[in-house]
C-alpha cells in the first residue's frame, strides 16, 4: 500500500489500475483534478484575453486620435493658408489702385499681418507634430506595459499547466 500525496487540493479523477495489478515503470496510475488549479487557469486565460482586447482598442484609440489631431491641423493650415492669401490679395489690390505697394516701407501692416500668420502656421505645426508625439509614445508605452503583462501571465500559466499535467503522471 503506498500513500500519494499532493501540494494543492486534489480529488481523484480517473483510476487506471486495478488492486493487484501489475504495472510497469511510468505507466500512469492515477488521474488527479484540482477545481482550484482549473479555476486558476481559467482566470489567468480570461485575464490574457481582456489585456490583448485592451490592447487592440488602444491601438485603435491612438489612431483615432493621430486622425483627429491631422484633421485639426489641416483645418487650421488651410484657415491660415487662406488669411495669407486674402492679405496678398489686398496688397495686390492696393497696389493696383496707388501704383505702389504699402509692402514698400519696412512696416506696413500687410507685411506685419503677413509675418504673424507665417508665425502662426509655424506654431501650429510644431504644436501639431508635439501632439502626434505625444500620443505616439503614450501608446507605445501603455502597449509595452499590457506585452509585459501579457507575458508573464503566459509564463504563469504555462506553471500551471505543467503542474496540473503533472497531476497526470
Known sequence: EYKITAQKNVAIA??????????NKG???IELASTDLKMDIDRISN?????????????KLAETKMAYAHAQFAIAEARIKADINAV???????????GKTL???????HRIKLQSLEQELIETKRAYESRVRETDQE????????????LLLKQELQLMMNEKQDLTK
Request: no cysteine; proline share 4%.
Open 14 to 23: 480517473a483510476i487506471y489500475v486495478s488492486p493487484g495489478q501489475e504495472v
Open 27 to 29: 505507466q500512469k496510475l
Open 47 to 59: 485575464k490574457i484575453a481582456t489585456l490583448e482586447s485592451e490592447q487592440i482598442k488602444k491601438k
Open 88 to 98: 496678398k490679395s489686398e496688397q495686390q489690390l492696393n497696389k493696383q489702385l496707388t
Open 103 to 109: 509692402a514698400d516701407s519696412m512696416v506696413s501692416p
Open 139 to 150: 501608446t507605445k508605452t501603455e502597449i509595452q506595459q499590457a506585452q509585459n503583462q501579457i
